[in-house]
């Protein structure tokens, strides 16, 4: 099978490599089709892929290029993680709203909005591409707002398109995880969407778990949604929110927060991301290594301004799941694949009509 990924010079294209490498089933991804329009960040990408890719005598094949057209041709399935704009793009949707005194972050309020218009229509373009060249192809959405951008590139290819974030399915098993359970025998009532959503219950043979967590303070405390709302409000909604809630309920502290910081998570990821291309090209050897170290500093910085902390400084680290088979988003998308080109049963929690 051939996968595309659109945005292939992203910094989390690794993610999805890794859970590639992996995959033994059958019939598995053979080929990898690498699209941007950077070939800097291509040519990084595919040195770390491939020092990835050393211990694996059948690695999927890498096929970089900056030709949309060849990319998608004959393509079994496309990821898309693009960045229209890249991160100065992102920077000025957060500044702009800023200097109004209104939320300026890449998926929620006017940033948000500033984003999905700049992105819908080179995401419908790609859509008509997919159209044309890999009909029968279906698409995973990455790309933020994934909401929005889902919805519109099923204006051209219907039910073949879904968006995916491992945020839902990632808290569900962290709750599970928090109450010793197997989460794999669990069943999650998530309602809404990926950045707007609450957990309303957790299903563990036939019995709702979540009351039980609920009224642990010590385990609801210890989860980073119990961090950034506090115990009495999650118990007040009678649910568990998506942590993006946090910019919708307490939308005059975050404001506060990041214009305080003196830092966008635009501009911290702007400086560390070039930075670290900067230093890939002269790598060499070692340059997954680099990446690694970079993502960790990346993840530790994550929604900072909800936890009292700075992109620069962050108070507390984000809360890591301890199974290392689930690969965040990239875990989720290949249960996707895995359902759909193998029969196999999967529960996922993504954006559909």
């Known amino acids: 099978m051939k996968l595309c990924i659109l945005g292939g010079g992203g910094f989390r294209t690794p993610y999805v490599y890794q859970a590639l490498l992996r995959d033994t089933g059958s019939p598995r991804v053979e080929r990898v089709a690498l699209y941007d329009v950077d070939e800097v960040r291509l040519h990084a990408m595919v040195a770390i892929l491939t020092e990835l890719a050393a211990d694996f005598p059948d690695a999927p094949v890498l096929e970089p290029t900056t030709d949309l057209h060849r990319a998608v041709e004959g393509s079994d399935y496309v990821f898309a993680a693009l960045r229209v704009g890249g991160l100065e793009g992102r920077r000025c949707d957060e500044h702009v709203a800023l200097d109004l005194n209104v939320l300026g972050q890449e998926t929620t309020g006017p940033g948000g909005l500033a984003y999905a218009i700049r992105t819908v229509p ?29 919805e519109a590139m099923q204006s051209v290819l219907g039910d073949r398109v879904l968006g995916i974030c491992d945020t839902p399915s990632g808290l569900g098993r962290r709750v599970a995880g928090m109450l010793g359970l197997d989460h794999t025998r669990v069943q999650m009532d998530y309602v809404g969407l ?22 642990d303070d010590d385990r609801l405390g210890g989860m980073e949604e119990g961090h950034v709302f506090g115990l009495d409000w999650i118990r007040s909604l009678g649910s568990i929110p998506n942590e993006y809630l946090f910019y919708y309920y307490f939308n005059r502290d975050a404001v506060r927060s990041i214009i305080g910081s003196g830092k966008t998570r635009g501009d911290f990821l702007a400086e560390s991301q070039s930075a670290f291309y900067d230093r890939a090209s002269a790598a060499g050897a070692g340059v997954a290594e680099l990446w690694r170290e970079t993502v960790e500093r990346r993840s530790a910085s994550y929604m900072a301004e909800a936890k009292g902390g700075t992109q620069d400084e962050p108070l507390d680290p984000k809360e890591r799941e301890t199974d290392p088979s689930h690969q965040g988003y990239a875990g989720v998308a290949l249960g996707v694949m895995a359902a759909i080109s193998r029969n196999e049963r999967q529960t996922m929690i993504l954006n559909v009509r």
């Open 122 to 150: 080179v995401m419908v373009e790609a859509a008509k591409v997919i159209k044309d060249l890999a009909p029968n192809a279906y698409v995973m959405n990455f790309t933020n707002p994934a909401g929005i951008i889902t």
């Open 194 to 215: 990926n950045h707007l959503g609450w957990m309303r219950r957790v299903m563990y043979d036939g019995r709702d778990v979540l009351p039980e967590l609920m009224a």
